[in-house]
């Protein structure tokens, strides 16, 4: 069996990265220059903004950090080929045994 390899690149925790940062950005921006005091005090005290959208961004970089340093490997070739060619050389021993 060969330990032939390449990485996959369209990792889908990349893409969920991606859109948490995307939307994390956003919600930053509007919590830090776009509220005023009655939003706030509709959410008790709480920029609800500002956290959450800093809260997707600690995650967005958790995603893209599990993705670098546990990237997903895609063999070279299927393994149905893998287990033809095995079954070839057993039956090809088989009949030289003989």
Known sequence: MTTNARTSAFDV??????LLGVYGLVL?????FFVNDKDIDKSAGVNVNLWTGLAM????????????L??????DHPPAEESAEESAEESAEESSVD
């Not at 546990?70 to 063999?75: E, S």
């Open 57 to 68: 961004l600690v995650f967005c970089a958790l995603f893209v950090l599990w993705a670098v």
């Open 13 to 18: 925790r990349l893409i969920i990265a991606l």
């Open 28 to 32: 930053t921006v509007l919590g830090l």
């Open 70 to 75: 546990r990237p997903l490997r895609v063999p």
